[in-house]
Structures are given as C-alpha cells and as structure tokens.
C-alpha cells in the first residue's frame, strides 16, 4: 500500500514564485519531508508534479494499477478549470485530500470554484507547506 503525491502546473516553481503567497519551501523540500514523515510510519510514499493536465491523469490511472490507496493532491490552477482531472479521480475511487498552499477563498474569486473538493475526503487550504503535512498525518493514520 502506497500514498500518492500529485502537484500541479507551476508548483515546479515553489520557492521562487510568489513566496508571499505561496511560501519559501521549495517543492522539493515539501516533497523531502512528506517521504521522510512516510517513510516513519513505515508506508510508501511516491511523489509527482506536472505542468500538463495529460501527465497528471495518466499518473491518477496508473494509481489504480499500483498499490496506491491514498492520494493527496494539490492540482493548482486545474483546481478551477478541469473536468478531465476530476473525473479521472473519480475513477480510482481512491480517498484524496485536496491541499492548496494558499487560501483560495481569500483571493480573486475564480480561485472560489474547485472541480475536487466535493468529491475530497477532506480539503485544507491556507496553512502553505503545512497543509501538506497535515494532510498526510491523516492519511497515515485514518487510512
Ligand atoms: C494553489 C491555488 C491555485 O488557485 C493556484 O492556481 C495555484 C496554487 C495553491 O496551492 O494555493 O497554482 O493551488
């Protein structure tokens, strides 16, 4: 049994863009300390980031293939935007979290509408790299 990571367009760039709203963390210093957390608990964790929706699916099916049996997910701007996506994990079946560095309902109001936080087990948004973290502490612990 396997927890899956998925980021999306422009997370690449933590770090760098706009840390006032996004943070300082680098994605891979998030992603460094979730396989540490992880790997603590004795569960695997694999992470992936993408800037093409096309990857981000593909990689969601390949979770009903493998042992994944939880996904974390921040999916960025395709929060807003995709259909694809949603529907995609709605085919694993698979409990996600949906996580957003920022809070995306103190923003510009198209950041108000998420395709995937009807179907989430849950959603944390504003807590920045932390939410992360929160996110997996429950899935290690609830799963
Ligand atoms: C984000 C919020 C989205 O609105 C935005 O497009 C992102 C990041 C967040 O983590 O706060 O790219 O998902």
Same mark, same amino acid.
């Given at each position: ?32 300390n ?23 699916i593909d ?5 009903m293939?493998? =042992?994944?049996?939880?996904?974390? %997910? ?9 259909? +694809? &996506?949603?529907? *995609? #994990? ?27 936080? =009807?179907?989430?087990?849950?959603? %944390? ?9 929160? +996110? &997996?502490?429950? *899935? #290690?612990?609830?799963?």
């Amino acid at each position: 049994k396997s927890i899956l990571v998925l980021h999306g367009p422009n997370l690449n760039l933590l770090g760098r863009r706009e840390p006032e709203v996004y943070g300082s963390m680098t994605l891979e210093e998030i992603n460094e300390n979730l396989l540490n957390l992880a790997k603590k608990s004795g569960i695997e964790l694999v992470a992936f980031q993408s800037n093409m929706e096309g990857e981000l699916i593909d990689r969601i099916q390949q979770a009903m293939d493998d =042992d994944v049996d939880f996904i974390i %997910i921040n999916p960025a701007a395709y929060t807003h935007t995709s259909i +694809a &996506l949603r529907d *995609a #994990l709605a085919a694993t079946g698979l409990p996600f979290i949906e996580v957003h560095l920022s809070n995306i309902f103190s923003r510009e109001s198209f950041r108000k509408e998420s395709y995937f936080s =009807d179907l989430a087990l849950g959603v %944390i948004s504003g807590l920045g790299a932390k939410g992360y973290e929160l +996110a &997996l502490k429950y *899935a #290690l612990t609830a799963r």
